[in-house]
């Protein structure tokens, strides 16, 4: 079936640094989405990204959509605690949203 | 005001029992989803229901029966739970039955099975 491919599956970082992840397909797709969970809650869109090529920003997140359209990245600048947290990537195929394995961001003190 | 609730939070369980789950959306939206994640938290929907008409049945056993009884309800029964069936399962909703539509997701119940 359709998969998303999400890298790196953990990340482990100092509070302050920049974060960088990505998400690959095989196929195309005519949108990304990025959510984040919480530890124990459910997941929240952080951004959409709808055009190849589109760079959008959420604050200190920056998401791009891959000119291939067949990848998408997010970027985390100055890491503060409540970023911890799964990052999932997701797209539509075939009127449902899939969703990758995501990538676990943890922050150490 | 909380948009999506679940009952319960935690669920714990004998095999073989039957259980169910309730979810409410206060955010007006016509269409609602079950997820379920599993151990490694991987997301994949279960169901969706458009103005309480199912959609989507993603193949799964016919032991899960959800129901609508309004749009602003989805409940989850499951019958002779299995020990495989343990997961988080999240409901969700968006305006919509339309998957551009942002969904937004419930705090999830975290169904175990002993």
């Known amino acids: 079936g359709q998969q998303l491919n999400q890298s790196p599956q953990s990340m482990f970082i100092q509070e302050g640094e920049d974060v960088s992840m990505n998400c690959t397909s095989s196929?195309?797709?005519?949108?990304w989405l990025w959510y984040k969970q919480d530890p124990g809650e459910g997941p929240v869109l952080l951004i959409a990204?709808?055009?190849?090529?589109e760079l959008t920003s959420n604050g200190r997140l920056t998401a791009q959509f891959g000119i291939t359209r067949k990848d998408s990245f997010l970027n985390i600048s100055a890491s503060i605690p409540s970023d911890v947290g799964i990052y999932f990537c997701?797209?539509?195929?075939?009127?449902?949203?899939?969703f990758g394995k995501g990538t676990r961001l943890h922050i150490l003190p | 005001d909380t948009a999506v609730s679940q009952t319960p939070k935690y669920l714990v369980t004998q095999m073989g029992n039957d259980k169910s789950i309730k979810c409410e959306q206060n955010?007006?939206?016509?269409?609602m989803y079950w997820y379920k994640q599993d151990s490694k938290k991987f997301l994949k929907i279960m169901f969706s229901?458009?103005?309480?008409?199912?959609?989507i049945n993603e193949t799964v056993p016919n032991r899960f029966s959800p129901k609508s009884p309004d749009k602003a309800h989805l409940n989850l029964h499951i019958n002779s739970l299995e020990l495989g069936d343990s997961a988080v399962y999240f409901c969700?909703?968006?305006?919509?039955?339309?998957?551009?539509?942002?969904?937004?997701f419930g705090p999830g119940t975290r169904l175990t099975v002993l």
């Open positions: 969700a909703s968006s305006p919509r039955y339309f998957v551009m539509d942002t969904q937004y």
């Open positions: 997701a797209g539509p195929r075939d009127d449902k949203i899939i």
């Open positions: 955010l007006g939206h016509d269409t």
């Open positions: 229901y458009n103005n309480k008409e199912l959609i």
């Open positions: 196929s195309i797709f005519n949108t």
């Open positions: 990204l709808y055009k190849a090529g």
